[in-house]
């Protein structure tokens, strides 16, 4: 339908999360009728964000590219016996802001489809057991309540059987089908105060 160049940036945001063809097309549509000076700030900024950002050694968050720990590993304040593992950074983000938590996390990096039983290589499953013998005591699985996330949390759950280490889920509030990303806080800050 279109020229070939617009053709390829429609297909290259389609494979942006939660983007489908129309919104794609828009955002071509909006890249060919905005200035040069824009795109090439977008550009070094896609650039940027690849090159300079690494990701934590404790918890797998992103950092700036000079660092090696982020500041809630390297705090002193949070309580390290407490681990707090979430699908994605955005997760995190969303504990993080209710102010209830206070222990350190771990950012699996992905869900475990029940029916693909190769994606359990999509989740940081080594570290987080490497992780785990390192003084946790309890780890608090905070994956979404969706068909995926509640098979990542069978997963992990049968994953750190072996460890001496109590596992809790975040508890009842947060409605099936929900994300924690879009969760409000009052629902997440008592589903984790709930947790069992
Ligand atoms: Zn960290």
């Given at each position: 339908m279109y020229p070939s160049p617009i053709n390829k940036l429609i297909s290259l945001f389609s494979r942006f999360p939660t983007v489908g063809?129309?919104?794609?097309?828009?955002?071509?549509?909006y890249c060919l009728k905005t200035d040069s000076k824009e795109i090439d700030e977008l550009i070094s900024a896609l650039k940027e964000v690849k090159e300079s950002i690494n990701l934590c050694e404790?918890?797998?968050?992103?950092?700036?590219?000079?660092k090696k720990l982020c500041n809630i590993c390297l705090s002193g304040q949070r309580d390290k016996e407490t681990?707090?593992?979430v699908?994605?950074?955005?997760?995190?983000?969303?504990?993080?802001?209710?102010?209830?938590?206070?222990?350190l996390y771990f950012v699996l990096g992905g869900t475990v489809?029940?029916?693909?039983?190769?994606?359990?290589?999509?989740?940081?499953?080594?570290?987080?057991k490497e992780r785990?013998?390192?003084?946790?005591?309890?780890?608090?699985?905070?994956?979404?309540?969706t068909t995926e996330g509640e098979a990542t949390a069978?997963?992990?759950?049968?994953?750190?059987?072996?460890?001496?280490?109590?596992?809790?889920?975040?508890?009842?509030?947060?409605?099936?089908g929900s994300e924690l990303e879009y969760a409000d806080e009052e629902t997440l800050s008592s589903a984790l105060k709930g947790r069992r």
């Open positions: 063809p129309r919104t794609a097309t828009r955002f071509a549509f404790m918890c797998f968050r992103s950092i700036e590219k000079e681990l707090c593992i699908e994605k950074e955005a997760d995190l983000v969303s504990i993080e802001n209710t102010g209830e938590y206070n222990g489809s029940p029916l693909r039983k190769e994606d359990f290589k999509k989740v940081r499953a080594k570290e987080l785990i013998k390192k003084g946790v005591k309890e780890a608090i699985l905070a994956t979404n309540q069978l997963f992990i759950t049968r994953l750190l059987k072996e460890l001496d280490i109590k596992t809790t889920r975040l508890g009842r509030g947060l409605s099936t």
